[in-house]
């Protein structure tokens, strides 16, 4: 495992120590973290699931299966069987594994993209391609091609036209398509639409997968509670595989996890959090100098002032901002940064005001 890269956010040590340097404190735009308190329905659920002293299941209980299932048709006009939903712990884990569990060679991921799907390539022994044009691989084998729609860190929304081709494109080679639909709810100026939407897929989820997680939906990120559907059999085979592994969601939090996807109201009034925050903080650093670039859905803001990612990462740096440099995805990211919008309503107002 020595062919794995050094964790990208241990080289924003220094510019956080000079972040932290600043009068008023850190405002800590560099990663997605959500702040803001676990709804009182999802709480009450875990607590009443404290007295769990048995084994949980890997296939989660029947009611969770269900709830995902009821969330996705309710909120994304998507039909999937209950007995294809798999809990996962966290999304983070599933796309750092399933090269692995596919037994991939050769994986496809986006220019600019999560570092961990270029990881799961590595940890699975598999060559991993960056690419936005699939065209351009011409007839060479593969064997998962990742899309991710919105974009982490772009924001970028991909419509149900591009899916289909990649799709279409995917399916003519046996290739499984991944889609990692974390943001899925977060549509601000265009609206997301999953995978396994009849649009994109025809009403067929034969070699596809959709990942989802609660972490930004429903501010449980410290749950590590996620799931991923779509083709039965595909999923038949990662859950044979999970129940080996122990891959067991604790039962408290499937508990937690069945609750919060039945609730829409605290996804909607956390929806409102973002965009209120996010409708202060884009019009700020556009007055500093800063270009956005896509963010049309998601929690970030894809930001340039036409200088190198690392240079514009030390200037909000001095003004005890902290944002992700652009390079950490690509390196067609260079001549940007990532700036999430989960702070607090404080924090993100210090951003406003410091940017001013």
Partial sequence: MNNLPDFPWDRLEPYKARALAHPGGIVDLSVGTPVDP???????????????PGYPLTHGTPALREAAAGWLARRHGVTVDPAAVLPLIGSKEFVAWLPTYLRSAHVVLPELAYPTYDVGARLAGARASATDGLLALG???????????????????????????????????????????????????????????????????????AVHSLSKRSNLAGYRAGFVTGDPVLVKRLLEIRKHAGMLMPAPVQAAMTAALADDAHADEQRERYAARRAILRPALEKAGWRVDHSTAGLYLWASNGEDCWQQVGQLADLGILAAPGDFYGVAGRSHIRIAVTATDERISAAVSRLQ
């Fill in 38 to 52: 676990v709804p009182a329905v999802v709480q009450e659920a875990l607590v009443a699931a404290a007295d769990s």
């Fill in 139 to 209: 007839p060479e084998r593969v064997d998962l091609v990742w899309v991710n729609s919105p974009s982490n860190p772009t924001g970028r929304v991909l419509p149900a036209e591009h899916l289909r081709k990649v799709v279409a494109w995917a399916r003519e080679r046996g290739a499984v398509v991944a889609s990692d639909e974390c943001y899925l709810e977060l549509g601000w100026e265009e609206q997301p639409i999953s995978v396994l939407h009849p649009d994109v897929c025809d009403g067929s989820h034969e070699g596809l997968l």
